[in-house]
């Protein structure tokens, strides 16, 4: 492989995780628009436990695994996700973190279309659940806050990861 300056593979690791973004977007909203909105919804929520899972194997065989609070964060720095919409850290110790997105470029993008919120919680949740069961299964998620729920202007979603106690 050619060498390429560090400014270069940070610019090549944005345009990928666009990509996944782009693609993404795409065919969700090309279902939605072929067999409507339930069938995204459901065909996506079918999809996003095994590539949640698959996320997190993958960046463990490259970063190494750690368990804890402190695993899942070495990974979720490079969810694709975390490179679309940079997610904002609300809070983070060694029992818990919740993070936000203040500014959601697919909903966004939805409602410059007139198109109603995508009401993406579900799916939010199947990925992080299985995510979190490959870094720590004693990991668990809430959604504080997704759509369909109301939410303030600057924050589209916020999700809180925690030890769970079973």
């Known amino acids: ?7 270069e593979l940070e610019r090549l ?3 990928f995780a666009w990509f996944w973004g782009n693609l993404h977007q795409r065919w969700r909203a090309a279902v939605e628009e072929v067999y409507g909105l339930d069938a995204a919804i459901s ?9 949640g899972r698959s996320h997190a194997r993958r960046l463990r065989e490259i970063l190494g695994e750690e368990k804890g609070i402190s ?54 949740i199947l990925y992080f659940e299985a995510f979190l069961r490959e870094v720590d299964p004693r990991l668990r998620i809430s959604a504080i806050v997704a759509p369909p729920d109301p939410h303030p202007d600057d924050c589209w979603c916020e999700w ?3 030890i769970g106690e079973d």
């Not at 492989?1 to 400014?7: I, L, P, Q, V, Y």
């Not at 500014?103 to 995508?118: G, M, V």
């Open 1 to 7: 492989m050619t060498e390429r300056s560090h400014e």
């Open 13 to 15: 690791l944005d345009t």
């Open 43 to 51: 065909i996506e929520s079918r999809m996003m436990e095994a590539v």
């Open 71 to 124: 695993g899942f964060m070495k990974l979720f720095e490079f969810v694709p996700e975390n490179f679309l919409e940079r997610f904002e850290i609300v809070k983070h110790d060694e029992r818990e973190v919740i993070f936000r997105n203040p500014s959601c470029s697919a909903q966004k993008a939805r409602l410059k279309k007139k198109l109603e919120e995508y009401p993406c919680k579900k799916a939010g």
């Open 160 to 162: 809180r990861v925690y």
